[in-house]
């Protein structure tokens, strides 16, 4: 069974990069896309984007270019890079396998990050 | 493609039949799914393409709809079901999520 487990800073201050990985476990990343989604009482859930390969990536334009994901299948992981970070961006982010049969659908979850952004 | 969720809160008692709509802003073709989420916890995947339940997931939930409208039951509810329940389509990309339905039990 796969898990996935999101990690990196907690703190992020104003202007600076957030950057998170998550590491899978349990089954390939092969022939999945791996996504971001984050969680806040203002905005609810909103995916962020997904990575297949690193030259296959869809990033929700409401994040403006700012948002870069990339994959490292030799090491099991992939990261989410969001530059310019305001309080805006402060929100639960969590990774998530998308797994496509008949539709895209999100089957497995990590358990969460909390990341804050403040001076 | 906005996701019109509703109720955004409900009470009901154990053995109980409730029901979740969700609405979209264009015909999604079945291109949706729904989770529950308990708090402190991820969204679990219960069922996906309108109808298709998740593997291990109670028989008592169920998903229907057509078009631009879709409702999960929940038939028989127990106490384990409360927690949030959203709608998320995957129709076209930006994928986006209704506003959650907060199921209390009496």
């Known amino acids: 069974q796969v898990q996935l487990q999101e990690s990196g800073p907690k703190v992020v201050k104003p202007s600076e990069t957030l950057s998170l990985t998550c590491s899978v476990s349990g089954d390939s990343m092969n022939n999945y896309y791996w996504s971001w989604i984050r969680q806040s009482p203002e905005k609810g859930l909103e995916w962020l984007g997904y990575i297949y390969s690193s030259d296959n990536t869809n990033y929700n334009p409401s994040l403006k270019g700012r948002v870069i994901m990339s994959l490292d299948t030799s090491k099991n992981q992939f990261s989410l890079n969001l530059k310019s970070v305001t309080a805006a961006d402060t929100a639960v982010y969590y990774c998530?396998?998308?797994?496509?049969?008949?539709?895209?659908?999100?089957?497995?979850w990590g358990q969460g990050i909390l990341v804050t952004v403040s001076a | 493609v906005y996701m019109a969720q509703s109720p955004p809160s409900l009470s009901a008692s154990v053995g109980d039949r409730v029901s979740i709509t969700c609405r979209a802003t264009?015909?999604?073709?079945?291109?949706i799914n729904w989770y529950q989420q308990k708090p402190g916890e991820a969204p679990k995947l219960l069922i996906y393409a309108a109808s298709t339940l998740q593997t291990g997931v109670p028989s008592r939930f169920s998903g229907s709809g057509s078009g631009t409208d879709y409702t999960l039951t929940i038939s028989g509810l127990q106490p384990e079901d409360s927690g949030t329940y959203f709608c998320q389509h995957s129709y076209s990309t930006p994928w986006t999520f209704g506003q959650g339905t907060r199921v209390d039990i009496k």
């Open positions: 998530a396998r998308d797994r496509f049969a008949v539709i895209d659908y999100f089957d497995s």
């Open positions: 264009q015909t999604i073709d079945n291109y």
